[in-house]
């Protein structure tokens, strides 16, 4: 009879990506699971640095799932730096449940550190994962989080016992560091960044044929194309590029932001300033909400200048929408197909996102054909291909008995 795996998963917070995961991998029958939550952002309304206003998400549900929350003792809390999750008792919690394994999100706050410790200290396997750096910090961050790294990430990769890397990206990152550790690429198994696929194809469904009706609820014209932005208004996420795109646009299309940010009264002020037509802010929508949105829209667009991944891609490709995106967002080198389901340009180059829109809104033959390929390629990235490599990653470790034993390098 197959082993049941006694595993745990330790997160900075409540993620409206992560959560339908969990239930999935709680209810295969060879795993036993339990989250750690280092915070209650997510599920009890607290400010978002990227969005500028407290936010819960509305489609949260954790009952039947095997969790807790840690007290966190940071002074500044927040999860998106070093000290702003703090949460000593992740060391007793690790200790006293003798888990088969415990997977960790990434190691970029302390408390992540505090469990990677604990798996080293009562020798318990480590499953690594997480998103890749970003390339829009500041010079002088990227220098300080270089050298952090290249001092203590092949210490951990070296004494791990698996790896999941989420994409091309994820996996080329891990592999820079194959000359510090030893077998490292036989520690690595893909397990796919995903989305709660069956939600957004059944909202496909649902939405496909009322397409009309929600574009009059919103108030928006019926008559032209829309190009979709869904994501939070700041700067390294470019959404003036395409206030300036549409300057240069002959063809009349609707430009619609659904999201806000500190960055949403300079959009609002070159829209004015430049008189430019069809523009709509929808402002902040809810997990539940979004998907009208993108069932109305007929090009997807996120030019960004970074992204670890970009999960948005994942959700617009379940609305068959062709994406224009760029060369520096990591999601583009696993989902966008150029030319078969929409483009990678240069990020911050004007001309060829104006080329791109060009071409997509001059042969809405094209602009279907695109949408096909991206549900048909993001139908095989799903949370399913995510317990698959979680799932080998410890059937590897029972095979292999890793016990964390740090190799030198």
Known sequence: MPKKYKIAIVITHVIQYMVPLYHRIKNHPLIDLTVYFCSTQGLIPKKDEGFGIPVSWDNINLDGLNYKFLKNYSPIPSVNTFFGLINFKIFKELK????????VMGYYNLSYWFAILACFFY??????????PTPFKSKIKRYLTYQIKRIFLPWVLSFCSAVLYIGKKSKEYYLSYKRH???????????PYS???DY?????EEFKDKREAIKKELGLPLDLPIVLFLSKLIKWKRPLILLEAKRYINKKFILLYVGTGYRLKALKEYVSKHKIDNVYFSGFQNYSQISKFYAISDIFVLPSLGEAWGLVINEAMCFGLPVITTNKVNSSYDLIKNGINGYIIPANDLNAL??????L???PYKMKIMGRASQEIIS??????YIDGLLQALEFIEKNKLKNICIPY
């Open 96 to 103: 006293k449940n003798k888990f088969d394994a415990v997977v």
């Open 123 to 132: 020798k318990i396997p480590l499953i690594l994962t997480g998103e890749p």
């Open 181 to 191: 550790v030893n077998d490292l690429e036989r520690k690595l198994f893909f397990s």
């Open 195 to 197: 989305v709660d696929n």
């Open 200 to 204: 957004f194809f059944k909202k496909y």
């Open 354 to 359: 104006i080329k791109a829109l060009d071409e």
């Open 361 to 363: 809104l001059s042969n």
């Open 380 to 385: 095989g990235w799903n949370y399913t291909q």
